[in-house]
């Protein structure tokens, strides 16, 4: 039998990791699939096993210790994390990305674009919380903006003189 292969191995393996990534459970599962190889072959060492699955010996080693401790594979899920809890709630970032998307005029501002400074004072006005302007430009690049800047240009001048010096 001809041994199969798999026409584009790099793209499967991203989709993959992306995947285990993306789901809650994905890490968890992966886990557990190592685990099964390293129970199901007496000849994977934890330094095999590291290689071929892409994370530490020391890393497998400390799966194998929590099984060992606890007796139960639900160790090895992921727990909640520890955080602050956002200032903006979820309603209120909808709110504001479509304030973003308008100009600032309809929004009640006097200002001709939107930035961290005024996505502050617009916060600290509409919903009564002070954010600081690196925590704004951060709620930009959180809804999906970017900080695009406006280009000077000479006001008058010959035009094939500012093509000319213009850079290649």
């Not at 929004?107 to 617009?122: E, F, M, R």
Request: proline share 4%.
């Amino acid at each position: 039998m001809k041994k199969l292969t798999i026409i584009n191995p790099k793209k499967i393996e991203r989709q993959i990791d992306q995947l285990i990534d993306s789901d809650p459970e994905g890490r968890f599962i992966y886990r557990l699939c190592s685990l099964k190889m390293f129970l199901n072959d007496p000849t994977f060492t934890t330094e095999s096993l590291g290689k071929l699955m892409q994370s530490s010996p020391r890393t497998i080693a400390n799966w194998i210790h929590w099984i060992n401790l606890e007796g139960n594979i639900d160790i090895l899920r992921d727990r909640e994390k520890p955080g602050r809890n956002t200032t903006l709630d979820e309603l209120q970032m909808t709110h504001l990305k479509g304030q973003i998307q308008k100009h600032p005029n309809e929004s009640g501002l006097d200002a001709n674009l939107w930035d961290g400074k005024l996505l502050s004072h617009y916060i600290k006005k509409k919903f009564g919380k002070e954010l600081k302007v690196r925590q704004c430009q951060r709620i930009f690049n959180k809804l999906g903006f970017s900080l695009k800047r406006g280009r000077t240009m000479v006001a008058k001048g010959n035009a094939e003189d500012k093509k000319a010096f213009k850079k290649n």
